[in-house]
């Protein structure tokens, strides 16, 4: 079954194929979940019997019906079979949802049953209604785009305030954020130092600088409830330098590990 349901549950389809009511087999025996008969009905002569009406029931609780489980966990976990006089197999109309307004399919899902009444298989009866539950039981990981710019570049040395190079640097920052071909889901700003002073000096100076790259992002329109910002001082170098003394050749070295990571999250 892959219908597309609003609450009114209108078929808009001009032929209608697997929405018939369960038959029996030859001999009055019932059918196994895979063992159903397409049909197809025009939409005049669809009638009470051709239009299911499913359950919402959540997808981690239909990963977890697996082979071996018992009955009694699958009634758990899904409530009661459409088909409760079958010991053999178990049939569920469920409703897989599409998006926020409330649009959903209503999907058959069959539970096989061995003799000593542990669950052998399961299978949802259309391809449309498989592909839905993966996507929602297993969703897509993020896409990942990462911006990084040194400090040397966006501040003076020392400084968390925004050089006019680096207010045009962020300037296109800002335009790939707000017109990347994604879904954005949010915007990490992430800023670090160079080994040179305390720990704590260069945590907070890191912190300073992340949270002014956040502030002029904001201000050229990204959502500021989208965006964080952290800093993580010297704890992630990008390359090692040998030498303890402050010398201009050290911190021209240490160059590299002064920078803002812009990492942008959102599915495409």
């Not at 896409?143 to 400084?159: A, H, K, M, N, P």
């Not at 002073?197 to 959502?223: F, P, Q, T």
Request: aromatic content about 6%.
């Amino acid at each position: 079954m892959g219908i597309v349901m609003r609450v009114t549950a209108l078929c808009a389809l001009a032929l209608l194929t697997g929405c018939a009511s369960v038959n029996d087999g030859e001999g009055g025996q019932p059918r196994g979940p895979l063992e159903f008969d397409d049909v197809q009905v025009k939409v005049k002569d669809l009638g009470p019997g051709y239009v299911r009406q499913g359950t919402a029931i959540t997808p981690q609780a239909i990963s977890q019906v697996v082979p071996g489980s018992s009955r009694s966990d699958v009634r758990g976990l899904l409530g009661s079979p459409a088909n409760e006089t079958s010991q053999r197999w178990w049939l569920y109309n469920i409703n897989l949802p599409l998006d926020a307004r409330g649009d959903y399919l209503v999907c058959q899902f069959g539970v096989a049953f061995d003799p000593a009444g542990q669950v052998s298989s399961t299978k949802w009866r259309r391809p449309q209604c498989s592909a839905r539950y993966e996507e929602l039981v297993r969703p897509e990981v993020p896409d990942v785009q990462e911006i990084t710019l040194f400090s040397d570049v966006l501040f003076g040395y020392d400084s968390a305030t925004l050089s006019p190079e680096g207010l045009r640097e962020l300037d296109l920052a800002a335009h790939v954020v707000a017109n990347k071909m994604m879904q954005l889901e949010r915007v990490v700003v992430v800023g670090h130092s160079d080994r040179i002073g305390s720990d704590s000096y260069n945590d907070a100076l890191s912190k300073r600088r992340a949270e002014a790259v956040r502030h002029h992002l904001i201000s050229k329109g990204i959502d500021s409830h989208l965006i964080s910002a952290e800093g993580r001082g010297a704890r992630e170098p990008l390359i090692e330098c040998q030498g303890s003394r402050i010398t201009a050749s050290l911190k021209q070295c240490l160059q590299p590990n002064r920078r803002v990571q812009i990492m942008i999250y959102g599915q495409r």
